[in-house]
């Protein structure tokens, strides 16, 4: 079963930019969809970017909210998905989960807060 763990989290001023990843510490992530989440106290997890799985050629897919300001990314040699993220607002605060839908996997999530 995969396992995955975040890193990459801080805080940053509006316009910043970060770069989260998604380690796998266990199995190998180029067989599965990576998604992003991002969730905020009160709120359920929202979807941020979602990454398929290497050769599967379905489409890498963007919430509306980050689209043309975030980009998903895998490093297969890492065995690592990323998550640069720039042009950053406050409202993108939150914490940062990455999950493995197929083995409903999450990691333990990331702080990132975009604030003056």
Sequence with gaps: Q????ESGG???QPGGSLRLACAASRGMLTGYTVSWYRQVPG???GLVASIPRFFSGD???YGDA???RFTISRDNDKNTVFLDMSSLKPEDTGVYYC???EATTWGQGTQVT???
């Design 2 to 5: 995969v396992q995955v763990v």
């Design 59 to 61: 489409r890498i897919s």
């Design 99 to 101: 999950y493995v839908p």
């Design 43 to 45: 709120a359920q997890r």
């Design 66 to 68: 980050v689209k043309g």
């Design 10 to 12: 801080g805080t940053v």
């Design 114 to 116: 975009v604030s003056s």
